[in-house]
């Protein structure tokens, strides 16, 4: 069963409006959750992070926003740029040995 | 400096065959993760080492699977007598420690293709 949710596969946004994709988790022990950004071909790249004692961390256009209860995160982009056209992916830090567990990720496309 | 890097890109094998995939991790990282992604999926975590403990093997999934790391640097991870269900890109990702606030920085991977 996963433990990582990505229900959106895809999502199409105009240049310079905002992302949001979204996430759950069924884990309430998972203490750590990141995004991961994806272009075809190449490996994951870090984006951002979040520790469940936050419930909001932002950088520059990336905001995450934690929500505990629902077991649900969230990722904004504002304003979108056509670069951030990618793989989105989702991940928690909860695996025994500090392996990432991951969604099955939501592709982006924002266009011009 | 340099990233994580692995090797080959691409290998296309036939059923049966034996694989061998190299991952070169970035310089001072103590942890390094396996972790495969299949089409459609999200990545699955394969095996972890810390330093030069021994590998946390739980997510292997078959005995045909094994990996080593090699003076706590170089990783290779072998699948024997491959199958087609075990076509999927093959990522490994380095961290300074195995803290979960340590970014985990990935490779491009390789891509397997078993014919």
């Known amino acids: 069963d996963q433990q990582v949710k990505q229900n959106s596969p895809s999502l199409s946004v105009q240049e310079g409006r905002i992302s949001i994709l979204n996430c759950d988790y069924t884990n309430s022990m998972f203490d750590y959750f990141l995004w991961y950004k994806k272009y075809p071909a190449e490996g994951p790249t870090f984006l951002i992070s979040?520790?469940?004692?936050?419930d909001k961390n932002e950088d520059g256009r990336f905001t995450v926003f934690l929500n505990k209860s629902a077991k649900h995160l969230s990722l904004h982009i504002v304003p979108s740029q056509p670069g951030d056209s990618a793989v989105y992916f989702c991940?928690?830090?909860?695996?025994?040995?500090?392996?990432?567990?991951f969604g099955k990720g939501t592709k982006l496309s924002v266009k011009p | 400096g340099a990233g994580v890097s692995q090797s080959p890109s691409n290998k296309v094998t036939e059923k049966g065959k034996d694989v061998e995939l190299r991952c070169d991790p970035i310089?001072?990282?103590?942890?390094l993760y396996w972790y495969r992604q299949s089409l459609g999926q999200g990545l699955e975590f394969l095996i972890y080492?810390?330093?030069?403990?021994?590998?946390?093997k739980s997510g292997l999934p078959s005995d045909r699977f094994s990996a080593e790391r090699t003076g706590g640097s170089v990783s290779t991870l072998t699948i024997q007598r491959t199958q087609q269900e075990d076509s999927a890109v093959y990522l490994c990702?380095?961290?300074?420690?195995?803290?979960?606030?340590?970014?985990?920085?990935f490779g491009p991977g390789t891509r397997l293709t078993v014919l």
């Open positions: 990702a380095s961290s300074l420690g195995g803290a979960e606030s340590d970014t985990q920085y």
């Open positions: 991940a928690a830090n909860g695996g025994s040995q500090g392996n990432l567990i």
């Open positions: 080492f810390q330093g030069n403990s021994a590998p946390d």
């Open positions: 979040i520790s469940s004692i936050k």
């Open positions: 310089s001072g990282h103590t942890a």
